[in-house]
T-cell receptor, first 113, second 112 residues
Framework: DTAVSQTPKYLVTQMGNDKSIKCEQNLGHDTMYWYKQDSKKFLKIMFS???????INETVPNRFSPKSPDKAHLNLHINSLELGDSAVYFCASSQEVWGLEQYFGPGTRLTVT | SQQGEEDPQALSIQEGENATMNCSYK?????LQWYRQNSGRGLVHLIL?????REKHSGRLRVTLDTSKKSSSLLITASRAADTASYFC????????????FGGGTRLMVKP
């Protein structure tokens, strides 16, 4: 009964490849987010979607394209992967936009070689 | 730079001791939250304190907020080995559309 789930948990790929990370929440929340956590543990917001509509895009390269087929899912597709994309990517959700409590998925550790 | 910055970056204590972590931020906020992250896991919400509150308790957690100093502290009393984790503060800055921004975290190790 995981509230926010992500797949895969680990992803190792080569530079130049295209990959996707999937996220699903079963909390009935309206808003979902993607965060990137770097090697120094800093967590930065990448995107926010509310009811399938993009509301925040925090200066993320256009190689990153989120897609929300419905409000329970927010997937992240990354084209032409670069070494600097290596990080842990977290999906999160909240009841409202910037809701007072965000629920995080377990993370996807992406390693680009 | 980060809106919220935790201090210290790392803290090691013995089980049973208290652990205090601090967070400083730069701009006016509506709320400040603390999250815990166990190794290899996602963040878990611990406690939220509003800008008009000065102190809040939840179990062994005590959070204070000083808006004049733009700082908050998280106190974990009677620590346990299971408290070993990274702790992050997150603020929703008024001038950032209430977007939630996180600090770099304090890595707490509680030795049994």
């Amino acid at each position: 009964d995981t509230a926010v789930s992500q797949t895969p948990k680990y992803l190792v790929t080569q530079m130049g490849n295209d990959k996707s990370i999937k996220c699903e929440q079963n909390l009935g929340h309206d808003t979902m987010y993607w965060y990137k956590q770097d090697s120094k543990k800093f967590l930065k917001i990448m995107f926010s979607y509310n009811n399938k509509e993009l509301i925040i895009n925090e200066t993320v390269p256009n190689r990153f394209s989120p897609k929300s087929p419905d409000k329970a899912h927010l997937n992240l597709h990354i084209n032409s992967l670069e070494l600097g994309d290596s990080a842990v990517y977290f999906c999160a959700s909240s009841q409202e936009v910037w809701g007072l409590e965000q629920y995080f998925g377990p993370g996807t550790r992406l390693t680009v070689t | 730079s980060q809106q919220g910055e935790e201090d210290p970056q790392a803290l090691s204590i013995q089980e049973g001791e208290n652990a205090t972590m601090n967070c400083s931020y730069k701009t006016s906020i509506n709320n400040l939250q603390w999250y815990r992250q166990n190794s290899g896991r996602g963040l878990v919400h611990l406690i939220l304190i509003r800008s008009n509150e000065r102190e809040k308790h939840s179990g062994r957690l005590r959070v204070t907020l000083d808006t004049s100093k733009k700082s908050s502290s998280l106190l974990i009393t009677a620590s346990r080995a299971a408290d070993t984790a990274s702790y992050f503060c997150a603020t929703d800055a008024e001038n950032a559309g209430n977007m939630l921004t996180f600090g770099g975290g304090t890595r707490l190790m509680v030795k049994p």
